[in-house]
């Protein structure tokens, strides 16, 4: 199940993380079987018949009676039996659609009834998940992280030089960590439906600080809502307790509803706050909010995400501050997820322009710079990194006026640090360590791509009496010939022989599987189709044939996953004159 919301705008419910690792649990290679038997993953049942009776001429142990090869092939006609009986079947071609091989290993399919739909199958799936789920709540914690520490760098734009000289250390600019802050929460599961979250913080300004600790429990209730209540303590505040609710009015609006009571050295502080909102199309949410207590306050806002932008509209009408905001984000369609953002805040304290750049820096980094200019705050520089949940902010106070050194060194200065850090340091650790993942990669995989390139290398020897009648059929009528196949990953420079070895000759397997003068192959990974085995681990592959048709020659390469089908006069190679 899923939530929308946290209490801040954007947010994801209490139970996403959950709900994400079951997805993980979801993600499987469903495509060896359509592979195998070459057919279309909405293929019919006719399709599947017609491949598989072809495949069982081929690999019938019967027809072969050397025991080596009789043994082979009745591995190999085994394993298209099993694949025919999964995808001839409704209700296990469902299960394995969705969950893979993996789906139809868990116990207890044989009591679901079998005239299921799709999401009844995917709901049941789930049942049988959250069993073993429940056994490991225990184990599960969340920690989450925030380190921020502040640094006042207004001596390097904003001094007097005269009245420095004659001090000790005068010569050089004063800079200082003025404010710090720590934050840590852990969760708890305690039943499949309740979590207790422990969380604590630490702040320090100008050698003032305080902490506090707070203790939350939450339960989910329903599909539709959840409620939790807070218990919090802390030497500046005092102690505090909270309630927070929770509920999906409709499919599109949700409702939460929040109150609290502070004990603090002053007497007793009461505050709420209602919020709503409701999605107004398939990428917009609108919101309205109001608070009650010590920043009392009413916001509406307005937000639009796409893939390609976020946008975000906001008014906020309160005491003590009031302002209205308005920001934008372009995403770059790049592998490192590359983003600009920019935004403008006008209020009673003044106007905020702030601008910046977030960029994926490795799998589970993220880093981000942004320059903030204020009337009447100055100019601050932040940069944020996150790595998985740690979060570690560095707000850097350059100077309280508008002054244009401090706007050029904020925006020029990270960009040319970022730039000679990721060239010097960041590509090189991302390549070694992408190197390093594929070894461990084919190490773990060693044993499993020996036994299919065997597998590989038997289907090819019995496909060869089916290849011999299958060139003389196609000589006859100057149909289709594959004079040549290669698959796996192609290098332009000849002289790397260990690169070689990642390139296998499927001029067999494809030239078998020629029907009619036409070759057609579907959009899963060639790897698993009969004679084929993957000569390279984690890398892209691709497919590379010459074939002739009517006596010329023709040539296509193509992606591992892209389908095929020829022949193509695109193909054609010109004749030389």
């Known amino acids: 199940m899923r939530f929308q919301d946290t209490g801040e705008v954007g947010g994801t419910g209490p139970d996403a993380n959950m709900a994400a690792s079951l997805d993980d649990d979801y993600e499987s290679n469903n495509q060896e079987y359509y592979a195998l038997l070459n057919v279309r ?12 009776r072809r495949l069982c001429m081929l690999y019938h142990p019967d027809k072969h009676r050397d025991p080596e090869l009789k043994s082979q092939a009745e591995q190999l006609f085994n394993q298209v039996h099993q694949a025919y009986e999964v995808l001839s079947d409704d209700h296990s071609r469902a299960i394995y659609d969705l969950f893979g091989k993996k789906g139809l290993e868990v116990e207890g399919w044989e009591i679901v009834e079998r005239k299921r739909t799709p999401a009844e199958i995917r709901e049941e799936y789930e049942r049988l998940q959250r069993e073993r789920e429940e056994r490991r709540l225990q184990q ?38 003025n404010k710090m802050h720590i934050s840590q929460s852990i969760e708890a599961p305690l039943t499949n439906s309740d ?5 604590g913080s630490l702040s320090t300004h100008n050698g003032n600080g305080g902490g506090n600790i707070n203790m939350t429990v939450r339960r989910v209730t329903s599909a539709k809502g959840w409620g939790e209540v807070e218990l919090g303590a802390g030497d500046i505040l005092g102690p505090l307790i909270g ?12 409702l939460t509803a929040q109150c609290g009571l502070q004990f603090s050295p002053r007497g007793l502080r009461p505050s709420c706050s209602l919020m709503t909102a409701r999605h107004l199309d398939q990428n917009t949410m609108g919101y309205l909010q109001w608070r009650w207590g010590p920043n009392s306050a009413m916001t509406t806002s307005l937000v639009r995400d796409t893939k390609s932008s976020h946008f975000t509209l906001a008014l906020q009408l309160g005491v003590p501050h009031s302002y209205l905001m308005m920001s934008y984000q372009y995403k770059f369609q790049d592998e490192d997820q590359t983003k600009v953002k920019g935004s403008v805040k006008t209020g009673w304290f003044g106007t905020v322009v702030e601008y910046g750049a977030e960029r994926k820096i490795s799998r589970h980094s993220v880093l981000s710079a942004t320059v903030s200019i204020g009337v009447p705050q100055g100019v601050t520089l932040k940069i944020k990194l996150a790595r ?18 401090a706007v050029f060194y904020a925006t020029a200065g990270p960009l040319l640090f970022f730039m ?10 991302s390549r070694a360590q992408k190197q390093e993942e594929l070894e461990l990669q084919r190490k773990s995989s060693a044993t499993d791509i020996a036994k299919k390139k065997q597998e590989a290398e038997s289907a090819v020897l019995l496909m060869q009496e089916s ?3 299958i060139i003389e059929a196609e000589e006859s009528k100057m149909g289709l010939i594959i004079l040549n196949a290669w698959y796996g990953k192609f290098v332009s420079d000849t002289s790397q022989k260990q690169e070689k070895a990642k390139v296998i000759d499927v001029t067999v397997p494809l030239q078998c599987i020629v029907k009619d003068s036409k070759l057609i192959l579907t959009e899963s990974s060639k790897a698993g189709l009969p004679g084929f085995y993957d000569p390279c681990v984690g890398e892209e592959k691709s497919l590379k044939l010459l074939y002739q048709f009517r006596g010329v020659m023709h040539q296509v390469i193509c992606a591992d996953t892209e389908p095929l ?3 193509k006069q695109s193909h054609r190679l010109e004749s030389e004159s």
Do not use: W
């Open 243 to 254: 309630l927070k609710v929770f509920r999906n009015l409709t499919p599109r609006c949700f």
């Open 41 to 52: 993953k909405e293929a019919t049942l006719e399709e599947l018949k017609a491949s598989y």
């Open 388 to 405: 998985a949940s740690q979060t570690y902010l560095f707000p850097v106070h350059l100077t309280d006026q508008l002054l244009p050194s």
């Open 140 to 177: 599960r914690t969340n920690p989450k992280g925030t380190i921020s520490v502040g640094v006042d760098a207004t001596d390097l734009f904003d001094r007097y030089d005269e009245d420095f000289e004659e001090m000790p250390g005068g010569g050089f600019p004063h800079i200082e960590i």
């Open 195 to 199: 979590t207790a979250v422990l969380s």
């Open 565 to 567: 089908r020829i022949p």
């Open 420 to 429: 000679a850090v990721h060239r010097l340091i960041i590509i090189p650790y």
């Open 467 to 469: 290849v011999r009648r």
